[in-house]
């Protein structure tokens, strides 16, 4: 695609979702990490289920570092797989009490050097929290990137380079959002809505096979 219809595909996208912001809910980067990491494998709105239990019982890193394996596996039990999480959340914590005095890093190597941290997790951070440019790209953004032909990549790193190269002066963090809203009202895996859609005379996928 070219760089002025993707600029297009970008201000419509914009216009359509003047809301759209991460849908984890958190008060502090640290919160939005534990969230983040908790939420592999299981959707955002149910991590908002248990995380005001969790940061009332355990609100900083120092608190959670110490905490019981078996008392943090009760509060993110209804997620499932919760001796794995559980796990994860505490040793974040204690990475960041040990390594960063209980400070969440803003660089992508330091984040990603936390347990269960991955780029898309730092992106997140980084973007959300510390307003630096960062497309997070989960299946959604990996999605409509493919069908708005903006890469041919099923790998998430490769997606993101594509799309960075392509809009290198777009707000990426912003993006990330309102392509996870598309992806999730309209443009959606399995039945996209092209009818409706507000780019349905920009989208190159149109009519043709869903990936």
């Known amino acids: 695609m070219d760089t002025a219809t993707a600029h ?28 983040t990491v908790l939420s592999a494998q299981t959707t955002d709105a149910r991590v908002n289920t248990i995380t005001p239990e969790l940061f009332r019982r355990w609100p900083t890193p120092d608190a959670l570092a110490t905490a019981q394996i078996d ?10 797989f919760q001796k794995r999480r559980a796990t994860q959340a505490v040793a974040v914590a204690q990475h960041l009490v040990d ?8 660089g992508a190597r330091d984040l990603e050097s936390l347990p269960g ?19 997070t790209v989960d299946t959604h ?16 790193a490769t997606v993101e380079k594509d799309v960075c190269a392509l809009l290198p002066h777009t707000d990426w963090t912003q993006l990330s959002h309102d392509m996870i809203w598309h992806g999730r009202a309209v443009c959606t895996a399995k039945a996209p809505r092209c009818g409706e859609c507000v780019l349905v005379a920009l989208c190159p996928a149109v009519g043709v096979e869903r990936s």
């Open 141 to 156: 953004v990996g999605r409509l990137s493919r069908r708005f032909a903006w890469s041919a990549s099923d790998n998430p």
């Open 99 to 106: 390594r960063y005095n209980g400070d969440v890093p803003r």
């Open 71 to 80: 008392e943090v596996e009760a509060v993110v039990r209804p997620l499932g």
């Open 117 to 135: 941290v991955g780029r898309k997790t730092a992106n997140v951070i980084r973007g959300n929290c510390f307003g630096e440019p960062a497309l």
């Open 8 to 35: 297009r595909i970008v201000d419509i996208l914009r216009a359509t979702y003047p809301d759209a912001r991460t849908s984890l809910d958190h008060t502090s980067p640290f919160e939005l990490l534990v969230a």
